[in-house]
C-alpha cells in the first residue's frame, strides 16, 4: 500500500509564501502521476495542481495558476506545492493523491483519478 504523509501547512499572511511537502513510501517515478487537492470548509474538494510521471508537465486550476508550483523531488520521493502570493481564499485543507494503475498525467487530474491520498495538511492564511 503507498503512503503519503504531507507537511508544511500553517496560517500565514495574505501574500506570504509557503511550500508544502509530501513523502511517498515508494519510488515516485511508478506513479503515473500525482497532484495536490485542496478542501475548504463548505466546499467540494478541488484539483490545485497536477505532475505526470516525468515531472515535466504540470496543470494547475485556473485559481492557482502563475502562484503555485508542483515539483517532485524523485530522489527524496518528495512531492512539493510552492505556494507563493498567498489569498485568504486559498485556506483549505490541502492534501496530495498519487495514482499508480492508470493514465493520468496529461491534464489537471479529478479526485476519481487517484487511488492514494495523504491525510491533509491545513493552510489557513489571514487577510
Known amino acids: 500500500q503507498v503512503q503519503l504523509v504531507e507537511s508544511g501547512g500553517r496560517s500565514v499572511q495574505a501574500g506570504g509564501s509557503l511550500r508544502l511537502s509530501c513523502v511517498v513510501s515508494?519510488?515516485?517515478?511508478?506513479?503515473?502521476?500525482m497532484g495536490w487537492f485542496r478542501q475548504a470548509p463548505g466546499k467540494e474538494r478541488e484539483g490545485v495542481a497536477t505532475?505526470?510521471?516525468?515531472?515535466?508537465?504540470?496543470f494547475y486550476a485556473d485559481s492557482v495558476k502563475g502562484r503555485f508550483t508542483i515539483s517532485q523531488d524523485n530522489a527524496m520521493n518528495t512531492l512539493y506545492l510552492q505556494m507563493n502570493s498567498l489569498k485568504a481564499e486559498d485556506t483549505a485543507m490541502y492534501y496530495c493523491?498519487?495514482?499508480?494503475?492508470?493514465?493520468?498525467?496529461?491534464?489537471?487530474?479529478?479526485?476519481?483519478?487517484?487511488?492514494?491520498w495523504g491525510q491533509g495538511t491545513q493552510v489557513t492564511v489571514s487577510s
Open positions: 493523491a498519487a495514482e499508480s494503475s492508470r493514465f493520468c498525467g496529461y491534464r489537471l487530474a479529478r479526485e476519481a483519478d487517484f487511488g492514494y
Open positions: 505532475i505526470d510521471r516525468s515531472g515535466v508537465s504540470t
Open positions: 515508494t519510488y515516485i517515478y511508478s506513479m503515473y502521476c
